[in-house]
Every structure is written in structure tokens, then in C-alpha cells.
């Protein structure tokens, strides 16, 4: 956790694999949407959108693990509780070349409380270690578990301390811990994300309890200096909705955090992410793909940037869907250019208003 004094925030040493990530988010992390991500970070982990066992083992297994290569490293995530589904899921996971598979036992919706995964596994760790257990023992990627630090009104920290111990007893070694609880009635999904209070000093402590194993904290953190803090603490930071709606933060990840050179995309800034984009949307097209339900993860790369509203709009835009992303592209970029020029010229009228 020490810095390289050239670089405040690269380590010293090789950095954690699972130093910097982007979270699993249902209808969010799909394949597209990481290979959106991966044009502006190559070193932060990517997560998949959580695949049910049963989905993949009774449904369409292409559609849910086939991922592009250039989306290492990334990490199947699955939802399920039998120790057997699990084990098979995480062969499948092997077979399709993922670098680990993530069990989730935090996801608090009332659908997946019906199937007895989720939060609700956190009341069950003998049931958890087990399926760890069957896991590791069916592959050799990492089998890691993303967690709340409670459920319900369980506040103390023997709780999670207790979880984390005995899931760590069946040889788990990275933890993925959302530091607020799962209040698993009468909240929705969304509500759980936000009113539960983080309580990130459990995450470190457990991080000093178990200094062997790899802690990572998730849980509302935003800023880069939020970020660098945290990973004074704890071996790694996993970033939601942040990375997701404000993507361009993610282009200075790969120096800021791990001492690399930013992808090649990312230096030439935001018009050469753009046209790897528009590419790979092209592609998408050419092989009968619609492309704007690919678009739709990537609406925030102007963000920040003036013109970034127009941008978005044309980009959404239901009247141009039949077009080709390259001519949206075109539209986009000249609108986007138009209001910052506007706004450049008016900065200059502005400054000669000054010094007259
Ligand atoms: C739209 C959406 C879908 C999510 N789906 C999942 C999921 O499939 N599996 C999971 O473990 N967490 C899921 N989460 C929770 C995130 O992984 C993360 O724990 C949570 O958003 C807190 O991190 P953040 O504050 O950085 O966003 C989802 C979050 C969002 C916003």
C-alpha cells in the first residue's frame, strides 16, 4: 500500500490485481459497456453483470459468458446458493477463459431473496464457504465473494467479521466488501444502495484482522482522491455508478494507480476513444447488432466537456437510430464543436472586455 514517490498514488511494489475495478452492474456491465471501459483503462478489472446458475445452466450459455478478448481482465460474476450449480458455473467460466468468478452475496432484490442468493446468503456462511469450497475445487481461477458488511438492522462487526472468516476457512482470499447493509425488506435495490450508511471503518478493520487477505471496499466513493484514500486502508477500490456515468475519470486509472501508461486511446484524448468507439459500434452494426443499445453506455464521455449535452442528445436521438454510427458520429462532433466554440469565442469576447 506504500506509493511510488513519482507517481503519488502508483504502488511501490506490483500492484494488486484487484486494485482498481468497475462493479458488476445488472443491465449496465454488459460485454459492450466493458469494452467501452477498456478503451479508456487496460489495468482496472471489469466485472459482468450478475449471471444467474440457473440461467447458465439451463439457458443460452453464449449469450451470457461470450465476452471480447480485449476485455481482460474481467470477472464472471454469479448469483446462486447450490454448492454443485455453482461449481459447474464456475467451470463454465474457466472454459470461457474468465479471469475469476465472483459469487454475489449482496444483491438485496426481492426476486433474488426468492431464490435464496444474494444478501441473504449472509446469513448462512456455512452455506457460502461450501459453494466456495465446490468452486475452488472445480477450477483454478480465483473464486472470489462481493458482500455487505450486514443484513437487516445487524449492525455489529462481528457479523461480517464472522462471515469473512469462515468463507476466508474454505479458502477464500478476496473479499469485495459494499460497506453498507442490505436492508432486505421494504427497500428496493436502489434504495439499498443509497440509505443504508456506509460505514467504511468496518472495511478497514477487517482489512487489519485479516492482513493476509486481499480487501477491497466498494461503496460510494467518487473522486480519485477519495479513491488514492482509500487505498491507504485496503488492497483495492471497486467503483459503480461513478466510473459509469463519468467514464473519462477512468482515462488517468492506469497512471494514476498503477504506475502505466494510459491506454494509447485514453493519451490522445477523448476524439480518438471516440473513433475506436464509433469502430467498434460500426462492427457491431455490420454483424446485424443494433447499435445504439451499445451507445448507450458510452452517453457520458463528454461529460464535463462544453457541447457534451448536444453530444448526448444526437446520440440518443430515435430519428437518427437508422443511421450509421459513423454519420451520427459526424452530427455529434460538429454540434458538440458549435457550442464550444460558441462558448470559446464568448470567453474571448469576455477577456477583451477585461483588459479594454
Ligand atoms: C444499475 C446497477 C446494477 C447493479 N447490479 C449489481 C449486480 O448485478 N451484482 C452486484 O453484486 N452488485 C450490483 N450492483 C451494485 C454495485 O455493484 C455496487 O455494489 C453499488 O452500486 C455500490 O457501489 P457504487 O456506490 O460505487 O455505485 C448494481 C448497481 C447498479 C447501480
Redesign the pocket.
Known sequence: MNSSPLIPDAPAAAPSPWRLSV???????DRHCRYFHRLLTRHTRL????VTTGALLHGDQGRHLDFNAEEHPVAL?L?GSEPEDLAACAKLAERWGYDEV?L????PSERVQRGAF?ACLMAEPRLVADGVKAMRDAVSIPVTV?HRIGIDKIESYDFVRDFVGTIAEAGCEVF?V?A?NAWLQGLS??DN?EIPPLRYELVHRLKREFPQLTIVI?????TDAEIAEQLQHVDGV???????HEPWQMAQWDSRFFGQADPATAQAGREAVEAAWVEYLSAQQAIGRSWATAMRHALGLWNGAAGSRRWRQIWSDHKLKSLSPTEVAALATEARAGVARHVDEHQARHAAALNA
Request: include cysteine; charge should be positive; aromatic fraction near 8%.
Open positions: 462493479a458488476p452492474m445488472l443491465d449496465w456491465t466485472y459482468t453483470e450478475m460474476q448469483g465472483n454475489n452475496c449482496g444483491c444474494g462481493k469485495i459494499h453498507r435495490p436502489k444502495r466498494n461503496g460510494g466513493l467518487k471497486m467503483v459503480g455508478r461513478q466510473a459509469y
